[in-house]
């Protein structure tokens, strides 16, 4: 049979097989095949007492590809291991070469951090076999998320109205809860200021007779309007160069962090975006992979690239933009397995596949492509000028900046804020004459909420967490309806801060951040070969287990809230219960009494008038929860699509609209358009 070679998704290995030609088959285990089981002591599927020993299962609806992947390895001489070049991809390929009974000379481990045929052709040339190290790491991780997880989701269900609770999901949900105290014990002061208005300028009052000014009040800005003149005195013109450098090529928080402040992404979706471009995209000529990978701490570029975007930039731009490479910050626990994100080609523009793109892809790329780009050209050249003026030994300074040089916010200027603010020439003049003197009130202001941006940014100078598993943290935290997003900005629930209070009432030693950024640490240890993992597990359990049983037996259960009802088999007051699917009202009599109110579903919202029978298109699901659209006046009228519509009718036949794949398409016509 040919070389086999296993990747993890669908996508990439379509890709990947069009390069390797007829002598591979490039198949796909679609991500994880096996995860801990749920037996055993807690459910933990893992046995403590025998060493933590995992009990490894198939993930649900896995165990056919598991025997059609073991069935091609039967059937073939050598197996190329591809998964992604991270911890979790090196236990991905360690569980496919357990569960398929992989002979150790039979397979190879290979890694590429591009979907590009150089690349893939390469890894080809310097295989190696699995890191034993990188796989305990990861199978550490999930043991401790697993213990931590069930071990105290458990106890907050039992205990409190909680859902859940994690090892690295409390600790955010710990820092939205204590960020929102401080805003609530929050003082705010009042303070005022002064603004000396010019025809094409302003200028604001700083220091009085040399001494840094505060104005408490409105009596005191009274006191100094009534002590200044029209006339103000020109004392010192300060004109200076500067240079602004652009900052390096992205890494997964850094580009969650711009998605969501520039294009409005929530970082799930950047991800998944950001999965596709990576996996590879038909481009016309070719299907490729457009960007590097896109799990990585680290900001180095390949030579390769920078010679390529050096080049390009002189060719293109000038010479003069020609700059050098920028180097990021090294956090402690940084791995630098991999190089930043960028694009595969330099010479691959935004603008030359945009029509093979969709508009989530397109903007996503154009933000990596343009900062990559931007990182490797010649700094940006401001000319700042300060005036300082003088009114009765009180002293107000105007500023302003004009950029002389772009360097390279020639082609980054549309994600950063930079504005010419420009001041008239006053070298030869020695006094000016205000149009007019105001005086504003403000009120000093609390740190802001976390919005996604700065959560991210947050838990990464803590050491919190990985690049790879922010998204999920920040979307259980939405789920469990630990938090609201007001505004795009978190704040935390009476059930989030409820559960926040509990974990640190019994769990504030291993709940906090100095531990978990110290547990990260460890792992990393572990990756390296320097620390033992079963050392470190036995240490954690034998301080946790302890804290849980202290809970169990102390922890005071919340009751359930009385709806004012009464039970109408037994009498017993009605309460409002948490289940799978939500809250619902049931007896307080529980177990003895099992009756539930049902409660009348609410009318499903129109979308759409029918375009058969001019009725309403509601939103609908399947038996098996599938969402589709339907006519409610079903089975009279069986208008239905699995895509929602929209209110507009189709430009060129007047059908319905409707939103798929990031586009608006017909449904009785071609016609498609970009979602704006």
Request: some cysteine; aromatic content about 10%; proline content about 4%.
């Amino acid at each position: 049979m040919k070389n086999l070679v296993i990747v993890e998704s669908p996508a990439k290995s379509k890709t990947i097989e069009k390069y390797l030609g007829s002598k591979y088959k490039v198949v796909s285990s679609k991500g994880h095949i096996r995860d801990l089981a749920t037996t055993g002591k807690y459910g933990l599927g893992i046995d403590i007492e025998h060493g933590f020993i995992p009990n490894y299962v198939p993930i649900k609806g896995k165990s056919k590809i598991i025997n059609d992947l073991k069935k091609m390895v039967h059937e073939t001489d050598k197996v190329y291991l591809a998964s992604d070049p991270d911890r979790e991809g090196e236990a991905i390929a360690w569980h496919l070469y357990d569960a398929l009974d992989i002979a150790d000379a039979q397979y190879e481990r290979i890694v590429f951090h591009e979907i590009t045929k150089p690349a893939v052709l390469e890894s080809l040339k310097n295989p190696r076999k699995i890191d034993y190290a990188l796989v305990k790491s990861q199978e550490t991780r999930r043991m401790l998320d697993r213990i931590i997880g069930f071990r105290l989701s458990k106890l907050m269900q039992s205990k409190t109205g909680g859902k859940s609770a994690g090892r690295v999901q409390s600790v955010a949900l710990k820092l939205i809860v204590d960020r929102e105290r401080e805003i609530k014990a929050f003082v705010p002061e009042e303070y005022w200021t002064i603004s000396a208005i010019f025809p094409d300028f302003e200028a604001n009052l700083f220091k009085h007779q040399n001494k840094e000014i505060k104005i408490k009040n409105e009596e005191e800005a009274d006191a100094i309007l009534q002590a200044l003149s029209s006339k103000f005195q020109v004392v010192d013109i300060e004109t200076k160069k500067k240079k602004k450098a652009a900052k390096p090529i992205f890494k997964t928080s850094t580009l969650q962090q711009t998605a969501a402040n520039k294009l409005g992404f929530s970082s799930s979706r950047t991800m998944k975006v950001a999965q596709k471009l990576y996996e590879g995209i038909d481009i016309g000529k070719e299907t490729v992979g457009l960007i590097t990978y896109m799990r990585t701490d680290s900001t180095r570029i390949s030579p390769i690239f920078i010679n390529d975007t050096l080049n390009y930039i002189a060719e293109n731009y000038g010479s003069e933009y020609v700059g050098y490479v920028k180097k990021g910050k090294n956090t402690e626990n940084m791995q630098d397995a991999h190089e930043g994100i960028r694009p595969t080609a330099i010479t691959r523009t935004p603008e030359s596949i945009k029509e093979h793109l969709t508009s989530d892809e397109y903007k996503l790329y154009s933000l990596i492509y343009y900062k990559a780009l931007s990182s490797l050209m010649a700094d940006a050249i401001t000319l700042a000028t300060t005036i300082i003026f003088e009114n009765n030994e009180y002293l107000f300074k105007a500023t302003g900046s004009v950029l002389e040089f772009p360097g390279y916010l020639k082609v980054y200027s549309k994600y950063e804020d930079q504005e010419d603010k420009i001041l008239p020439d006053l070298s030869n003049v020695k006094e000016v004459t205000s149009n007019d003197i105001t005086k504003e009130q403000h009120f000093t202001k609390p740190t802001p909420r976390f919005t996604e941006s700065s959560l991210i940014k947050e838990l990464e100078s803590l050491g919190i967490g990985r690049p790879s598993t922010y998204a999920t943290i920040i979307s259980t935290l939405k789920e469990r309806n630990y938090v609201n997003v007001e505004d795009k900005k978190f704040v935390p629930t009476e059930i989030g801060m409820e559960t926040t209070d509990k974990l640190q009432e019994y769990f504030s030693d291993i709940i906090n951040v100095k531990y978990t950024a110290k547990m990260e640490e460890d792992l990393d240890l572990i990756a390296l070969n320097k620390e033992n993992n079963i050392e470190l597990l036995s240490n954690f359990y034998n301080k946790f287990e302890p804290l849980v049983e202290e809970a169990y037996h102390n922890m005071e259960k919340k009751e359930p809230e009385k709806t004012g009802e009464l039970c109408p088999m037994c009498s017993s007051p009605l309460v409002v219960r948490n289940g799978r699917f939500g809250p619902f009202v049931a007896c307080s009599s529980y177990p003895s009494c099992k009756y539930i109110k049902k409660e009348e579903p609410k009318p499903a919202a129109k979308i759409i008038t029918c375009p058969k029978c001019g009725g309403d298109v509601v939103e609908k699901k399947t038996r098996r929860g599938k969402i589709f659209y339907g006519c409610r006046n079903y089975p009279k009228c069986d208008f239905a699509t699995w895509y929602k519509p929209i209110e507009k009718t189709c430009p060129e036949c007047g059908g319905v609209l409707v939103e798929k794949d990031n586009k608006i398409v017909c449904l009785s016509c071609e016609y498609e358009n970009n979602i704006d």
